[in-house]
């Protein structure tokens, strides 16, 4: 089975939505690196039934990502802040200049620290 490292994202936005069961199944495969055989012998069942939970695991993800968008629209946010902070970053380094002003050095500033403070809000 190969692991789609999506799903450790997708996990991390909606584990708290699946039960504890599938949270700790889907925790140990994606974020553990642990193989079938080796979450069977922890939880106590078969690995045929870890293959199961970690399918309608993903299943689950899946749909809850199609309904509720929350790790597409964190991806875009993360791309746009990215985008913004470049062009803060180059306003600063324009800015540098004597010829302007230190409040307008001061804003630009600001804006970097705001923006690099804002970056990991779904962290």
Do not use: W
């Not at 079938?36 to 012998?41: F, G, Q, V, W, Y």
């Not at 870890?50 to 899946?62: M, P, T």
């Not at 629209?73 to 470049?86: D, F, R």
Request: a negative charge; aromatic letters at 8%.
């Amino acid at each position: 089975m190969a692991k789609d490292l999506a799903f450790s994202e997708l996990l991390r936005v909606y584990g708290d939505m699946l039960t504890e069961k599938q949270r700790d199944v889907l925790g140990l495969y994606y974020n553990e690196d642990l193989s079938l055989a080796e979450i069977a012998e922890n939880e106590g069942v078969s690995r045929q039934g870890v293959h199961d939970s970690i399918k309608r695991g993903e299943e689950i993800l899946n749909e809850y990502e199609n309904k509720l968008g929350l790790y597409s629209k964190q991806k875009a946010y993360e791309k746009a802040a990215g985008e913004i902070l470049a062009q803060a970053k180059e306003l600063r380094k324009a800015l540098a200049s004597p010829s302007f002003s230190g409040i307008v050095r001061q804003k630009a500033d600001a804006l970097i620290s705001c923006i690099e403070n804002s970056m990991n809000i779904f962290d």
